[in-house]
């Protein structure tokens, strides 16, 4: 029909379906006649209304040509001639029917451009394939191509000019053209075979042949069971087997019988006997028989369904992850209900290429046809065949249910390669897939739909079914399934949508389908009753149907208009995620724990998407991250967050936290692991099913349950454990489908965090399985699970969004000084790997990608308030300079101090870390101040503040200091605020190890490795400070005053002016503006604390008060440690954005800290961090100074006293929780219990600054109730100690020993509470001694064994003490033991002094040194008490010595740098007096020696003697050398020694001493030869007598031979015969290095708390004695001991007295080598250390000069240079420009008088005797004027006894310096 035809009866069809009558004339008869078929006459009969036979009649005429001419016949015929008037007469638009007919031209060209291209003319295309293809593709775009030829030879000859046309043999061709080769290509097709005709000819030729085919194509192709041989057989039986309990050594029968898959499926139970004969298996059953022959029926039976059994690969049985081939099966491993249920595709949507089926994964659907027509009718269709079968079974299958969808007027999507699974109330099929192509598919389909329907109903048909969709079916791990080569696996689906609209009242039959001979050419489809199955209808069924028609498509276009009207409301994704996470504001305000879930990623995810949309990973700041994805090949989130965010994670798997597991076979490796995760900064990122970096390949679901399951219930367990109650938030993260073992896990989780998680995935067909399952597992309801999962957000706004709402800032790019003086960038990943670091850039603040230059002037007030508020001094304080935070007086000197620091000038050979202090008070300003320095540095020195001290702060640093450095670079400056002092003396130790290391490696000299700005907060300023040290006070110069009040006037204009916070509020910076103005911190605390008035927030402060008050450190207290004490004070008061309330549904609670009240706001701040791990968030209070004030109000408001309030506080809920929060709660509150302030003095306080306040304000019994509630809640063994000082301060003996007692039993290797223990006894006998003092009066013998028992405990304690104190590897060496031992002994023997026997002086000292002497009260003691009291002197001689050696042999601890001040006294000031007293009991006091002595004791007497006129010691001798009376005293004892020295008791330590005060005695003499010879072989003979009778092995004897015998010229030529030879003195120098270390294992050069050892003696010039030289001699008076620098080596004084020696400096600069040459020329080489790694290489292996030091460890090297004469250099002079370093005075000289016995007692007897005249002088009635002012000076008298008993008794128990 033409055009303008078809326009005529298309504007009339109304008219001509109203007024042409079909069943009352011949109209139809005719139209038969003529151009109707009789299907065509059938259809239209089959109409029940005249309006509907007319309307098909009028669609069947628009598909004939002639049609319109016919139709004008039929109505003339019929008489419907005024009908054919209104028709002829009706106008048509030709113009509007040539614009058609071009956009028809053009649609045509594109096509033929598109399928075909040029040729020469012997290549041709069919005419009716042309034809095909037009067709074709204008169904695709759901139009009807209805033209004629002449329109495509037209579009033909107008693209292809050449192109001919021609006809032979009855086929057309057309020449010139060719079809491209890819014209049936897509972008993902993978078909290989391609022809170049589609004709249907060749068609039907292909598919006839595609059987033969196949069978080379199809290898693969899985066999059927009964073609299986026994091997495959037998793999395949396993399984089955194993799940029966059939024994699996019936499979080695089959193979050994040949039972291959033929005779499987044939074996019958007599069979089975005679394979399993009972007489060899008498144990296999009948039973057992029969369930073989049951499994292969049903494996038989399954094959017959479709089932197919691949043969099992061995290698793949053993991988966790099967390749699936084209015979694959679904899985059995696990029920239906396990498998993943997928989400079907959006219904009438086209797919995209996100859309993907898990393969063996179920859709369900229900099989009902419910009374909503719009909702989709599922149908599944799978069959395994050829693929080449595929489209035609498609095609065919397809169309019964297309034409019973749009006959029922429902939506329906039929899904090809789905195999339906039996159920009775749902539609459940399981995804298999089908291989296949796509266009042959969609050609194959539309041939399919032409062939079938009615030309008429063709159009509507086509514009209704849409186009077939292809989703790939992938494996677990989202990747393709690859089944053969010609393919991937598919689900084809064909969506069907009957519009009113486009269907209207037509029926739609089908013709000739199926086709049959008998059967009828057209029939009509329509769905059974209640199911989605096509059924042919009856001539019964069609009438009724033709009847009902209409009112099916009334009822769907209602239900679509219904649909339109009642559109779903879009829920705010946003704002759910808003109510669930942060309560409903845009930016979290709480302190919340964010955990997150990641689910296995999309394989085709690329880098750049999961650059741009997962940022938020880090930025939510998770506290764990646990991922289920392997991490293989470099792919995976991990290795975004780290690689390209440059992030920092702890690589964890489940078997970290899995006590079974072979990481946790070590001893306490899992609590040593959970450990570090509690105390590490790094965050955790735990890999929960496998990670193949390190070979722990994922596992699959049943496997996993074995073997991880625990692993991660444990690590659930253990982060429950850790974060606050209520405040953490599971996010799960579903990126793909692969999730099952996810899905598993949360179980676990959600038990455990039951309301607080949220599921984030971008649709529901991922998220529709995790939802369906958690239902059906009753893990969450159904309303629980709408509101919790958002669905439908894309990554790349949920990225946004969570950026937004935790207020992540931009990262601008850092630059940190190089010592060239250029800049270098500080990548982010450097960054954070320092962790330990807050780097401070050179570029801060000038570049910061958060703040726009028009918002700087806001941000500026913003940074101000809140500095002023109270808070840490931020870097952008200090980018607005002195506008923010004003420069404190010292400033200046501080900056100048650091500068000369870093470049060497104030600093020791000795140390390479350079130290500089700045002391303040609390609240000063201290830490500001500090942080001024690093920032006006920051551009010539790399400058960073240390946010906590751990193991790998020393490593940080060293990689700071290197980043991108040359060899020798500047050294970094470290700002350490108030920290521990062990973590700090620890972390110094480690600096200078590593710089002494660098020194050997390195050729360029290493002045200063770093240097520490270290911030002491004290409240107690010390009065002698080390040099470089500054101090802060509560004090303000008049300059800095009016800094403040100049900046007060400017705030209050500004306020006045343009609003803004109110300056009274700034109380921080009123405070000092008040010049710390006591009177105003209280009126400011009377006024804000007033207006408090909840009872929650008022506790809150309370106790917040409590612990800043008497906390030392001021440490901030975690906000969720107060969650049980502000449980109900959640949604009090919560308004978000005007009005909106916390009571919305959907909403999280708001946590309390959001809304309290603004005056305790404004007390109050929150600290970024709390702890090391650097999660918990904080409170604290502005300051200290607020703290104490805010404390004693509101203790005194309350009518409480201190101890009181600490009872309340530690009975309070908030110890009621246990977790992260808790932990640091806890160590806050047992600091506040036992840490000890530092005095001015450099002693610290007896007990901590709480318990000092109860003991002084309250009562020694309130304080101990604390401490006792403190250990019983916490169970801290130094809480223990604490209260053993608190009963030994009290004299509580017994309880004092008990608390002693457990805490040397809970930690028995710590050496601290020996010492502890100890002092129980010690100052119980020291309070008898002082008691009997008192009186003068003689002890009862019972009293005297006590106390002598007393001395025993306490001795044997402090014993324990020096074992422990050796194995303890901690920075400072604890040596109080061996001075507390003496101090006992001492006290001991001042006890004797009033026991019966021992009264008497002399008695006294006669038993203590004669062996027979017992005097009475010794009757009581055992023998071994005895002989333990007279050995007192050997022991006490052996301890001093130990003490005596370690203060002289090693220099002083380089690590008393890093503490903040000198003592005033320290136990070794006390040695002399120490000393001092015990030879008034062991030592002589005459020379002359009793004649009734024997010879041994002869000996005895003169070595005490000897000991108590030099010492036991070289030091001590040395000491005589500066005595006026020293020669004699050395004459003297050198008399005395030579007479042991020659009897038969001659001891080694007779000989050093011998040797010791000779050397002393004749230094510098000339002419002495004879005395230096006897000195050579009193050497030799000492060292042939080491070993035989010392306790401890003496350094002495091999310092004094190597000195004495070292090789020169002129002892040659003098003493030849008894120098000892070269090789002696090599061998002497190795077992001196050996005894070294042996005695001090501290100093060996792999230990990094090293002390050097000092040299005393130098080789000189001359002969002789003249030899040995001093080292303190080469200093002029005055000069300190230690110079600083190498200066010391170029003064004129020790070029004059110390020899040049010439030697060969060996490779790495640790050794020399020198060649002596013996009298009889001989060459010898001695080797020795050089005093310090030379690393200059250029002097390596070259002749140098040095001179020869004698050290305690040996001989060596020092000034080793290439100058035979160095030059001289005027040392350069020592200046500090440090605050007040005062100079250390004798604090001892407070004790003098109370030093010893003697003046003690003196002294008591004469307040004795005062007090007992005064007592006389009050009963007499007159006195004298002098007798009534001695009566008057009675009290003063009693206090001055007072006073020297207690400086008797800090003498005695050395409490001076604890």
Same mark, same amino acid.
């Given at each position: 029909?033409?055009?303008?035809?078809?326009?005529?009866?298309?504007?009339?069809?109304?008219?001509?379906?109203?007024?042409?009558?079909?069943?009352?004339?011949?109209?139809?008869?005719?139209?038969?006649?003529?151009?109707?078929?009789?299907?065509?006459?059938?259809?239209?009969?089959?109409?029940?209304?005249?309006?509907?036979?007319?309307?098909?009649?009028?669609?069947?005429?628009?598909?004939?040509?002639?049609?319109?001419?016919?139709?004008?016949?039929?109505?003339?015929?019929?008489?419907?001639?005024?009908?054919?008037?209104?028709?002829?007469?009706?106008?048509?638009?030709?113009?509007?029917?040539?614009?058609?007919?071009?956009?028809?031209?053009?649609?045509?060209?594109?096509?033929?451009?598109?399928?075909?291209?040029?040729?020469?003319?012997?290549?041709?295309?069919?005419?009716?394939?042309?034809?095909?293809?037009?067709?074709?593709?204008?169904?695709?775009?759901?139009?009807?191509?209805?033209?004629?030829?002449?329109?495509?030879?037209?579009?033909?000859?107008?693209?292809?000019?050449?192109?001919?046309?021609?006809?032979?043999?009855?086929?057309?061709?057309?020449?010139?053209?060719?079809?491209?080769?890819?014209?049936?290509?897509?972008?993902?097709?993978?078909?290989?075979?391609?022809?170049?005709?589609?004709?249907?000819?060749?068609?039907?030729?292909?598919?006839?042949?595609?059987?033969?085919?196949?069978?080379?194509?199809?290898?693969?192709?899985?066999?059927?069971?009964?073609?299986?041989?026994?091997?495959?057989?037998?793999?395949?039986?396993?399984?089955?087997?194993?799940?029966?309990?059939?024994?699996?050594?019936?499979?080695?029968?089959?193979?050994?019988?040949?039972?291959?898959?033929?005779?499987?499926?044939?074996?019958?139970?007599?069979?089975?006997?005679?394979?399993?004969?009972?007489?060899?298996?008498?144990?296999?059953?009948?039973?057992?028989?029969?369930?073989?022959?049951?499994?292969?029926?049903?494996?038989?039976?399954?094959?017959? %369904?479709? +089932? &197919?059994?691949?043969?099992? *690969?061995?290698?793949? $049985?053993?991988? !966790?992850?099967?390749? @699936?081939?084209?015979?694959?099966?679904?899985?059995?491993?696990?029920?239906?209900?396990?498998?993943?249920?997928?989400?079907?595709?959006?219904?009438?949507?086209?797919?995209?290429?996100?859309?993907?089926?898990?393969?063996?994964?179920?859709?369900?659907?229900?099989?009902?046809?419910? %009374?909503? +027509? &719009?909702?989709?009718?599922? *149908?599944?269709?799978? $069959?395994?065949? !050829?693929?080449?079968? @595929?489209?035609?079974?498609?095609?065919?299958?397809?169309?019964?249910?297309?034409?019973?969808?749009?006959?029922?007027?429902?939506?329906?999507?039929?899904?090809?390669?789905?195999?339906?699974?039996?159920?009775?109330?749902?539609?459940?099929?399981?995804?298999?897939?089908?291989?296949? %192509?796509?266009?042959?598919?969609?050609?194959?389909?539309?041939?399919?739909?032409?062939?079938?329907?009615?030309?008429?109903?063709?159009?509507?048909?086509?514009?209704?079914?849409?186009?077939?969709?292809?989703?790939?079916?992938?494996?677990?791990?989202?990747?393709?399934?690859?089944?053969?080569?010609?393919?991937?696996?598919?689900?084809?689906?064909?969506?069907?949508?009957?519009?009113?609209?486009?269907?209207?009242?037509?029926?739609?039959?089908?013709?000739?389908?199926?086709?049959?001979?008998?059967?009828?050419?057209?029939?009509?489809?329509?769905?059974?009753?209640?199911?989605?199955?096509?059924?042919?209808?009856?001539?019964?069924?069609?009438?009724?149907?033709?009847?009902?028609?209409?009112?099916?498509?009334?009822?769907?276009?209602?239900?679509?208009?219904?649909?339109?009207?009642?559109?779903?409301?879009?829920?705010?994704?946003?704002?759910?995620?808003?109510?669930?996470?942060?309560?409903?504001?845009?930016?979290?305000?709480?302190?919340?724990?964010?955990?997150?879930?990641?689910?296995?990623?999309?394989?085709?995810?690329?880098?750049?998407?999961?650059?741009?949309?997962?940022?938020?990973?880090?930025?939510?700041?998770?506290?764990?991250?646990?991922?289920?994805?392997?991490?293989?090949?470099?792919?995976?989130?991990?290795?975004?967050?780290?690689?390209?965010?440059?992030?920092?994670?702890?690589?964890?798997?489940?078997?970290?936290?899995?006590?079974?597991?072979?990481?946790?076979?070590?001893?306490?490796?899992?609590?040593?692991?959970?450990?570090?995760?509690?105390?590490?900064?790094?965050?955790?990122?735990?890999?929960?099913?496998?990670?193949?970096?390190?070979?722990?390949?994922?596992?699959?679901?049943?496997?996993?349950?074995?073997?991880?399951?625990?692993?991660?219930?444990?690590?659930?367990?253990?982060?429950?454990?850790?974060?606050?109650?209520?405040?953490?938030?599971?996010?799960?993260?579903?990126?793909?489908?692969?999730?099952?073992?996810?899905?598993?896990?949360?179980?676990?989780?959600?038990?455990?965090?039951?309301?607080?998680?949220?599921?984030?995935?971008?649709?529901?067909?991922?998220?529709?399985?995790?939802?369906?399952?958690?239902?059906?597992?009753?893990?969450?309801?159904?309303?629980?699970?709408?509101?919790?999962?958002?669905?439908?957000?894309?990554?790349?706004?949920?990225?946004?969004?969570?950026?937004?709402?935790?207020?992540?800032?931009?990262?601008?790019?850092?630059?940190?000084?190089?010592?060239?003086?250029?800049?270098?960038?500080?990548?982010?990943?450097?960054?954070?790997?320092?962790?330990?670091?807050?780097?401070?850039?050179?570029?801060?603040?000038?570049?910061?990608?958060?703040?726009?230059?028009?918002?700087?002037?806001?941000?500026?007030?913003?940074?101000?308030?809140?500095?002023?508020?109270?808070?840490?001094?931020?870097?952008?304080?200090?980018?607005?300079?002195?506008?923010?935070?004003?420069?404190?007086?010292?400033?200046?000197?501080?900056?100048?101090?650091?500068?000369?620091?870093?470049?060497?000038?104030?600093?020791?050979?000795?140390?390479?870390?350079?130290?500089?202090?700045?002391?303040?008070?609390?609240?000063?300003?201290?830490?500001?101040?500090?942080?001024?320095?690093?920032?006006?540095?920051?551009?010539?020195?790399?400058?960073?503040?240390?946010?906590?001290?751990?193991?790998?702060?020393?490593?940080?640093?060293?990689?700071?200091?290197?980043?991108?450095?040359?060899?020798?670079?500047?050294?970094?400056?470290?700002?350490?605020?108030?920290?521990?002092?062990?973590?700090?003396?620890?972390?110094?130790?480690?600096?200078?190890?590593?710089?002494?290391?660098?020194?050997?490696?390195?050729?360029?000299?290493?002045?200063?490795?770093?240097?520490?700005?270290?911030?002491?907060?004290?409240?107690?300023?010390?009065?002698?400070?080390?040099?470089?040290?500054?101090?802060?006070?509560?004090?303000?110069?008049?300059?800095?005053?009016?800094?403040?009040?100049?900046?007060?006037?400017?705030?209050?204009?500004?306020?006045?002016?343009?609003?803004?916070?109110?300056?009274?509020?700034?109380?921080?910076?009123?405070?000092?503006?008040?010049?710390?103005?006591?009177?105003?911190?209280?009126?400011?605390?009377?006024?804000?604390?007033?207006?408090?008035?909840?009872?929650?927030?008022?506790?809150?402060?309370?106790?917040?008060?409590?612990?800043?008050?008497?906390?030392?450190?001021?440490?901030?207290?975690?906000?969720?440690?107060?969650?049980?004490?502000?449980?109900?004070?959640?949604?009090?008061?919560?308004?978000?954005?005007?009005?909106?309330?916390?009571?919305?549904?959907?909403?999280?609670?708001?946590?309390?800290?959001?809304?309290?009240?603004?005056?305790?706001?404004?007390?109050?701040?929150?600290?970024?961090?709390?702890?090391?791990?650097?999660?918990?968030?904080?409170?604290?209070?502005?300051?200290?100074?607020?703290?104490?004030?805010?404390?004693?109000?509101?203790?005194?408001?309350?009518?409480?006293?201190?101890?009181?309030?600490?009872?309340?506080?530690?009975?309070?809920?908030?110890?009621?929780?246990?977790?992260?929060?808790?932990?640091?709660?806890?160590?806050?509150?047992?600091?506040?219990?036992?840490?000890?302030?530092?005095?001015?003095?450099?002693?610290?306080?007896?007990?901590?600054?709480?318990?000092?306040?109860?003991?002084?304000?309250?009562?020694?019994?309130?304080?101990?109730?604390?401490?006792?509630?403190?250990?019983?809640?916490?169970?801290?063994?130094?809480?223990?100690?604490?209260?053993?000082?608190?009963?030994?301060?009290?004299?509580?003996?017994?309880?004092?020993?008990?608390?002693?007692?457990?805490?040397?039993?809970?930690?028995?290797?710590?050496?601290?509470?020996?010492?502890?223990?100890?002092?129980?006894?010690?100052?119980?006998?020291?309070?008898?001694?002082?008691?009997?003092?008192?009186?003068?009066?003689?002890?009862?013998?019972?009293?005297?064994?006590?106390?002598?028992?007393?001395?025993?405990?306490?001795?044997?304690?402090?014993?324990?003490?020096?074992?422990?104190?050796?194995?303890?590897?901690?920075?400072?060496?604890?040596?109080?033991?061996?001075?507390?031992?003496?101090?006992?002994?001492?006290?001991?023997?001042?006890?004797?002094?009033?026991?019966?026997?021992?009264?008497?002086?002399?008695?006294?000292?006669?038993?203590?040194?004669?062996?027979?002497?017992?005097?009475?009260?010794?009757?009581?003691?055992?023998?071994?008490?005895?002989?333990?009291?007279?050995?007192?002197?050997?022991?006490?001689?052996?301890?001093?010595?130990?003490?005596?050696?370690?203060?002289?042999?090693?220099?002083?601890?380089?690590?008393?740098?890093?503490?903040?001040?000198?003592?005033?006294?320290?136990?070794?000031?006390?040695?002399?007096?120490?000393?001092?007293?015990?030879?008034?009991?062991?030592?002589?006091?005459?020379?002359?020696?009793?004649?009734?002595?024997?010879?041994?004791?002869?000996?005895?007497?003169?070595?005490?003697?000897?000991?108590?006129?030099?010492?036991?010691?070289?030091?001590?001798?040395?000491?005589?050398?500066?005595?006026?009376?020293?020669?004699?005293?050395?004459?003297?004892?050198?008399?005395?020694?030579?007479?042991?020295?020659?009897?038969?008791?001659?001891?080694?330590?007779?000989?050093?001493?011998?040797?010791?005060?000779?050397?002393?005695?004749?230094?510098?003499?000339?002419?002495?030869?004879?005395?230096?010879?006897?000195?050579?072989?009193?050497?030799?003979?000492?060292?042939?007598?080491?070993?035989?009778?010392?306790?401890?092995?003496?350094?002495?004897?091999?310092?004094?031979?190597?000195?004495?015998?070292?090789?020169?010229?002129?002892?040659?030529?003098?003493?030849?015969?008894?120098?000892?030879?070269?090789?002696?003195?090599?061998?002497?120098?190795?077992?001196?290095?050996?005894?070294?270390?042996?005695?001090?294992?501290?100093?060996?050069?792999?230990?990094?708390?090293?002390?050097?050892?000092?040299?005393?003696?130098?080789?000189?010039?001359?002969?002789?004695?003249?030899?040995?030289?001093?080292?303190?001699?080469?200093?002029?008076?005055?000069?300190?001991?230690?110079?600083?620098?190498?200066?010391?080596?170029?003064?004129?004084?020790?070029?004059?007295?110390?020899?040049?020696?010439?030697?060969?400096?060996?490779?790495?600069?640790?050794?020399?080598?020198?060649?002596?040459?013996?009298?009889?020329?001989?060459?010898?080489?001695?080797?020795?250390?050089?005093?310090?790694?030379?690393?200059?290489?250029?002097?390596?292996?070259?002749?140098?000069?040095?001179?020869?030091?004698?050290?305690?460890?040996?001989?060596?090297?020092?000034?080793?240079?290439?100058?035979?004469?160095?030059?001289?250099?005027?040392?350069?002079?020592?200046?500090?420009?440090?605050?007040?370093?005062?100079?250390?005075?004798?604090?001892?000289?407070?004790?003098?008088?109370?030093?010893?016995?003697?003046?003690?007692?003196?002294?008591?007897?004469?307040?004795?005797?005062?007090?007992?005249?005064?007592?006389?002088?009050?009963?007499?009635?007159?006195?004298?004027?002098?007798?009534?002012?001695?009566?008057?000076?009675?009290?003063?008298?009693?206090?001055?006894?007072?006073?020297?008993?207690?400086?008797?008794?800090?003498?005695?128990?050395?409490?001076?310096?604890?």
């Amino acid at each position: 029909m033409d055009k303008p035809d078809r326009k005529r009866i298309q504007k009339n069809w109304s008219y001509l379906k109203e007024n042409i009558d079909v069943g009352g004339t011949v109209f139809l008869d005719k139209l038969f006649e003529s151009v109707f078929s009789q299907d065509d006459l059938e259809r239209v009969k089959a109409e029940c209304t005249t309006g509907d036979k007319v309307d098909r009649c009028l669609r069947i005429l628009y598909t004939k040509s002639a049609g319109y001419n016919e139709f004008c016949q039929a109505l003339k015929a019929s008489q419907h001639d005024f009908v054919l008037e209104t028709l002829q007469m009706t106008v048509i638009d030709l113009k509007e029917i040539e614009e058609e007919e071009q956009k028809i031209l053009s649609t045509l060209k594109e096509i033929l451009h598109e399928y075909y291209e040029r040729a020469d003319h012997t290549c041709f295309v069919m005419k009716e394939v042309i034809q095909d293809d037009v067709q074709y593709e204008f169904s695709q775009k759901q139009q009807l191509f209805e033209e004629s030829w002449d329109y495509i030879d037209k579009a033909l000859k107008e693209e292809f000019p050449d192109s001919l046309f021609k006809r032979k043999r009855r086929k057309e061709k057309i020449y010139g053209i060719k079809r491209k080769t890819d014209y049936t290509s897509e972008e993902d097709d993978s078909v290989t075979d391609r022809e170049n005709e589609d004709s249907p000819a060749r068609k039907m030729t292909s598919k006839n042949q595609t059987g033969n085919e196949s069978q080379g194509k199809m290898s693969t192709v899985t066999k059927p069971l009964k073609d299986k041989d026994v091997h495959a057989l037998c793999a395949i039986l396993k399984a089955r087997f194993l799940e029966k309990g059939i024994e699996q050594s019936i499979l080695e029968i089959f193979v050994k019988e040949d039972v291959n898959g033929e005779v499987f499926c044939t074996l019958s139970m007599e069979d089975m006997h005679y394979l399993f004969p009972k007489e060899r298996l008498p144990n296999f059953s009948f039973g057992q028989r029969k369930l073989i022959l049951n499994i292969r029926d049903e494996m038989v039976q399954a094959e017959k %369904n479709g +089932l &197919l059994f691949p043969d099992n *690969n061995p290698e793949e $049985e053993q991988s !966790d992850v099967k390749e @699936i081939g084209p015979g694959a099966e679904y899985s059995t491993d696990y029920p239906v209900s396990d498998k993943f249920r997928e989400t079907f595709r959006k219904f009438g949507f086209a797919a995209i290429d996100r859309d993907k089926y898990l393969f063996d994964s179920i859709l369900t659907s229900e099989n009902q046809i419910t %009374n909503s +027509l &719009l909702e989709t009718v599922h *149908n599944f269709m799978y $069959e395994e065949m !050829d693929e080449n079968l @595929i489209p035609d079974w498609i095609a065919k299958t397809s169309i019964p249910y297309i034409a019973s969808c749009l006959n029922e007027r429902v939506n329906g999507t039929i899904h090809f390669g789905v195999k339906v699974l039996p159920n009775e109330c749902t539609l459940k099929g399981n995804i298999i897939g089908l291989f296949a %192509n796509k266009q042959k598919i969609k050609r194959r389909l539309f041939e399919a739909i032409r062939n079938a329907f009615f030309d008429d109903d063709f159009e509507i048909v086509s514009r209704c079914v849409q186009p077939p969709q292809f989703i790939r079916v992938v494996n677990s791990e989202s990747s393709d399934l690859e089944g053969c080569q010609s393919g991937k696996r598919f689900i084809v689906e064909i969506d069907i949508i009957p519009s009113s609209s486009l269907v209207e009242e037509i029926a739609f039959f089908v013709k000739n389908f199926p086709s049959s001979k008998e059967g009828p050419k057209r029939c009509l489809y329509r769905f059974q009753k209640g199911t989605a199955n096509p059924m042919i209808l009856t001539g019964e069924q069609e009438h009724s149907f033709m009847n009902a028609k209409s009112k099916i498509n009334q009822e769907r276009r209602n239900q679509e208009e219904n649909r339109i009207q009642s559109t779903a409301k879009t829920t705010d994704l946003r704002q759910q995620f808003l109510n669930l996470f942060s309560a409903g504001n845009e930016v979290l305000l709480e302190e919340i724990y964010p955990i997150l879930f990641l689910s296995s990623l999309e394989s085709d995810l690329g880098e750049e998407f999961i650059a741009e949309n997962f940022e938020f990973l880090n930025d939510i700041d998770p506290s764990v991250i646990f991922d289920f994805d392997s991490c293989s090949e470099g792919k995976g989130m991990f290795h975004f967050v780290e690689d390209d965010q440059e992030k920092i994670f702890k690589i964890l798997t489940t078997d970290t936290f899995d006590k079974n597991s072979e990481e946790n076979l070590g001893k306490d490796a899992l609590n040593n692991a959970l450990e570090d995760l509690r105390t590490s900064v790094i965050k955790p990122w735990v890999f929960c099913n496998g990670y193949q970096p390190i070979r722990k390949d994922p596992l699959k679901k049943l496997a996993w349950k074995q073997s991880r399951s625990n692993g991660f219930k444990e690590a659930i367990r253990f982060f429950y454990g850790e974060i606050p109650v209520d405040r953490a938030i599971i996010v799960f993260l579903l990126f793909s489908k692969n999730y099952d073992i996810m899905l598993d896990a949360a179980d676990e989780v959600l038990s455990k965090f039951p309301d607080q998680w949220i599921l984030l995935a971008t649709n529901e067909s991922i998220a529709n399985h995790w939802k369906q399952n958690l239902l059906d597992r009753e893990s969450v309801d159904k309303k629980t699970l709408d509101k919790r999962c958002i669905i439908g957000m894309p990554w790349k706004h949920v990225n946004e969004m969570i950026k937004k709402v935790m207020g992540t800032k931009a990262t601008s790019i850092s630059e940190i000084p190089t010592s060239n003086g250029a800049f270098c960038r500080l990548k982010e990943k450097t960054r954070n790997e320092l962790f330990d670091l807050d780097i401070l850039s050179a570029n801060e603040c000038d570049n910061d990608l958060n703040i726009a230059k028009d918002n700087i002037e806001q941000h500026r007030k913003n940074v101000e308030e809140a500095f002023f508020r109270g808070g840490l001094v931020q870097w952008w304080n200090l980018w607005f300079e002195e506008d923010h935070v004003l420069k404190r007086h010292m400033h200046k000197r501080l900056v100048d101090e650091i500068r000369n620091v870093c470049e060497g000038y104030e600093i020791d050979d000795d140390s390479k870390v350079g130290i500089v202090r700045l002391v303040h008070q609390p609240g000063a300003g201290g830490t500001t101040s500090a942080k001024q320095v690093l920032w006006e540095l920051r551009k010539k020195y790399r400058c960073a503040v240390a946010r906590r001290i751990t193991e790998q702060t020393c490593d940080q640093i060293e990689k700071f200091r290197y980043y991108e450095e040359s060899e020798n670079p500047k050294p970094p400056i470290i700002l350490i605020d108030n920290e521990d002092e062990e973590k700090l003396t620890n972390l110094f130790a480690r600096l200078e190890n590593r710089a002494r290391i660098l020194s050997r490696r390195s050729e360029a000299p290493c002045k200063v490795y770093c240097v520490f700005l270290l911030c002491f907060r004290r409240a107690n300023l010390p009065r002698n400070s080390l040099d470089h040290t500054f101090q802060l006070r509560h004090e303000l110069n008049q300059q800095e005053q009016k800094w403040f009040q100049r900046k007060n006037d400017h705030l209050q204009e500004q306020y006045k002016t343009k609003g803004g916070v109110n300056p009274m509020l700034l109380i921080s910076f009123n405070m000092l503006k008040e010049n710390f103005n006591k009177d105003y911190i209280k009126r400011a605390v009377q006024e804000f604390v007033n207006d408090i008035k909840n009872e929650q927030e008022q506790a809150l402060l309370c106790h917040l008060s409590l612990m800043n008050t008497f906390d030392l450190d001021f440490q901030s207290v975690p906000i969720s440690a107060f969650d049980p004490l502000m449980t109900n004070f959640k949604n009090i008061k919560y308004i978000a954005f005007g009005s909106v309330t916390q009571q919305r549904r959907g909403f999280r609670e708001t946590s309390w800290e959001v809304n309290l009240n603004s005056s305790l706001l404004v007390l109050v701040n929150r600290s970024a961090r709390v702890d090391c791990s650097s999660q918990l968030k904080g409170f604290c209070i502005i300051n200290q100074l607020f703290a104490s004030e805010i404390f004693t109000y509101i203790s005194s408001k309350k009518h409480m006293t201190t101890s009181e309030m600490m009872m309340q506080f530690l009975g309070s809920t908030v110890f009621k929780s246990y977790n992260r929060s808790y932990e640091a709660l806890k160590k806050i509150t047992k600091d506040i219990m036992k840490k000890r302030e530092l005095l001015s003095t450099g002693r610290k306080e007896y007990f901590s600054p709480l318990i000092m306040e109860v003991i002084n304000k309250e009562s020694v019994d309130n304080a101990a109730k604390i401490l006792e509630m403190g250990f019983e809640m916490f169970n801290d063994a130094m809480i223990a100690q604490q209260i053993a000082r608190l009963y030994m301060y009290a004299k509580n003996w017994d309880k004092a020993e008990n608390f002693a007692k457990i805490a040397t039993q809970m930690k028995p290797e710590n050496s601290y509470l020996w010492d502890t223990y100890g002092q129980v006894f010690k100052r119980q006998l020291t309070d008898m001694y002082l008691e009997t003092s008192k009186e003068s009066s003689e002890l009862q013998e019972k009293d005297a064994v006590e106390a002598i028992k007393l001395g025993f405990k306490a001795i044997q304690k402090f014993n324990q003490e020096q074992e422990k104190s050796e194995k303890e590897h901690g920075v400072k060496f604890n040596d109080a033991g061996y001075f507390a031992e003496m101090r006992t002994v001492l006290i001991l023997l001042e006890i004797l002094h009033f026991c019966p026997g021992t009264n008497v002086p002399r008695n006294l000292k006669r038993f203590l040194n004669d062996s027979h002497y017992i005097p009475t009260f010794c009757k009581n003691l055992s023998e071994e008490a005895i002989q333990r009291i007279k050995s007192f002197q050997f022991r006490t001689n052996t301890v001093m010595r130990i003490i005596e050696e370690q203060s002289s042999q090693l220099k002083s601890d380089i690590m008393n740098n890093a503490t903040v001040c000198k003592p005033d006294f320290t136990q070794r000031n006390s040695l002399a007096y120490l000393r001092e007293n015990l030879d008034n009991y062991f030592g002589e006091n005459s020379d002359n020696i009793p004649s009734s002595l024997n010879e041994q004791d002869r000996a005895e007497f003169i070595r005490r003697r000897v000991r108590r006129l030099v010492g036991n010691t070289l030091t001590t001798v040395l000491r005589l050398k500066s005595k006026e009376d020293g020669q004699s005293i050395l004459k003297n004892v050198e008399a005395l020694l030579f007479q042991n020295c020659k009897s038969a008791y001659c001891t080694v330590t007779d000989i050093i001493q011998l040797v010791s005060v000779s050397i002393v005695r004749n230094l510098y003499k000339e002419n002495a030869d004879d005395e230096y010879r006897g000195l050579l072989q009193w050497s030799k003979r000492a060292l042939e007598m080491t070993g035989k009778s010392e306790e401890r092995p003496s350094l002495e004897i091999y310092m004094f031979l190597v000195l004495l015998h070292w090789p020169t010229v002129r002892r040659y030529e003098k003493f030849a015969d008894d120098l000892c030879t070269v090789k002696q003195l090599q061998d002497v120098i190795k077992k001196w290095k050996s005894i070294f270390f042996q005695i001090y294992p501290r100093q060996r050069e792999d230990a990094f708390l090293h002390r050097g050892d000092t040299t005393f003696f130098f080789l000189g010039r001359g002969s002789a004695f003249s030899e040995i030289v001093y080292y303190e001699d080469l200093h002029e008076k005055g000069d300190s001991r230690y110079f600083r620098g190498d200066s010391v080596w170029r003064k004129q004084n020790v070029r004059d007295r110390l020899q040049r020696v010439q030697g060969i400096l060996k490779p790495q600069g640790l050794e020399v080598l020198i060649d002596i040459k013996s009298p009889r020329g001989n060459i010898e080489t001695l080797v020795i250390t050089t005093s310090l790694p030379v690393a200059q290489r250029h002097l390596w292996n070259k002749k140098v000069y040095f001179y020869v030091g004698f050290s305690w460890s040996g001989p060596k090297a020092f000034d080793v240079s290439l100058e035979e004469t160095p030059s001289l250099e005027t040392p350069r002079p020592i200046m500090s420009t440090g605050g007040s370093s005062v100079k250390v005075n004798s604090g001892l000289q407070k004790y003098r008088d109370v030093s010893n016995h003697e003046d003690y007692q003196k002294k008591m007897k004469e307040f004795k005797h005062l007090l007992k005249k005064i007592e006389q002088l009050k009963k007499m009635k007159s006195l004298t004027e002098r007798e009534r002012e001695l009566v008057m000076r009675e009290g003063k008298i009693i206090s001055e006894r007072e006073d020297l008993m207690k400086r008797r008794e800090e003498f005695l128990s050395g409490a001076f310096f604890t």
